[in-house]
């Protein structure tokens, strides 16, 4: 989806220890169950050259299919059929990653002619990150990190609102947009995408304050993880908190400053809630995903034919 880049070196270590070579672009795949991650990487394509049989065919939506609006967040139709018209397979489905992302599926499917399935269980983002102790000592130190996008950010109002000239310390990374922005606000420290470490930048906070344009969703909300994973408290919107519970704090934006204030005032509070909320990654962990996986996919695929 990305030109330019290497693959992912943890994949590539996977491999590695595996001894498997991958292969790119083949012209056929022919397995039991076939995963196919992001259908979205299909939409600005016209045809898909690799041709699937399997029994089971699972589409990853690692991208929500739908825009709060209600609109399309791709042209969901076309990504699919590309798919679809190039295999032949027992069974289709599309795997959420998390409760929201599986809303947007469910009610894409309510109005779509398709022969998909929403799978039973999410195909959750791993999170097994190494746990950091949360400060002793909490300040008005707050930051977010995101891809630089500027879907990324909410409104000018509302930025100026979560990051305060009487906080502190105000850090975003992948602030790329705000960069070129000469207006913005001088006490904002702005770091470019991946111009710096994230657990580096994380090091720099103590609060994770993390809100979107209206029109976008998370649809898990990894950046999250890895901010609780570093020993700090998350501040979010209601359907961002969705995916952790208890993990993180939901909030109002207006809300924000007081929240902060809070723990700042009751240090034993801020580390209490850092704990508990690492302690719920676990339902994240690697393990859990592989009891979750191949419990699904060890049940036998249905004997009749979604011919598409």
Not at 218 to 239: C, P, Q
Request: with cysteine.
């Amino acid at each position: 989806m990305f030109n330019g880049q290497e693959d992912n070196p943890k994949l590539k270590t996977v491999f590695d220890e595996l001894g498997i070579t991958p292969e790119y672009n083949p012209k056929a795949l022919t397995s039991d169950t076939i995963v196919i991650h992001n259908p979205s990487f299909l939409k600005f394509n016209e045809s898909l050259e690799t041709r699937f049989v399997c029994n089971r065919l699972i589409a990853v939506a690692h991208e929500n299919l739908l825009r709060p609006n209600g609109e399309e967040s791709f042209d969901v139709s076309k990504c699919l059929s590309l798919i679809s018209q190039n295999t032949l397979a027992r069974q289709y489905f599309l795997a959420p990653v998390s409760g929201y992302n599986r809303g947007t599926v469910e009610s894409w499917l309510k109005t779509s002619d398709v022969n998909w399935h929403v799978a039973e269980f999410d195909w959750f983002n791993i999170c097994d990150f190494e746990m950091c102790e949360p400060t002793s000592n909490p300040a008005d130190r707050r930051g977010r990190h995101s891809r630089a996008g500027f879907e990324k950010f909410p409104n000018n109002e509302t930025m100026q609102l979560l990051f305060p000239q009487s906080a502190d310390y105000c850090g975003l990374l992948g602030a790329d947009s705000l960069i070129a922005d000469s207006q913005h606000p001088k006490h904002w420290n702005l770091y470019k995408f991946q111009e710096i470490p994230v657990s580096i930048f994380l090091e720099k906070i103590d609060f994770f304050v993390y809100y979107t344009h209206p029109n976008l969703q998370e649809s898990f909300g990894r950046v999250i993880a890895e901010a609780i994973a570093a020993g700090k408290i998350v501040i979010t919107d209601s359907l961002t908190a969705q995916t952790f519970g208890s993990a993180v704090i939901a909030a109002l934006p207006k809300d924000v400053d007081t929240i902060i204030r809070r723990f700042i005032d009751d240090p034993q509070a801020y580390q209490n809630h850092v704990k508990n909320a690492q302690a719920t990654l676990k339902r994240f962990s690697a393990e859990q995903f592989n009891l979750t996986i191949n419990n699904a996919l060890s049940r036998p695929a249905e004997v009749k034919f979604d011919f598409m």
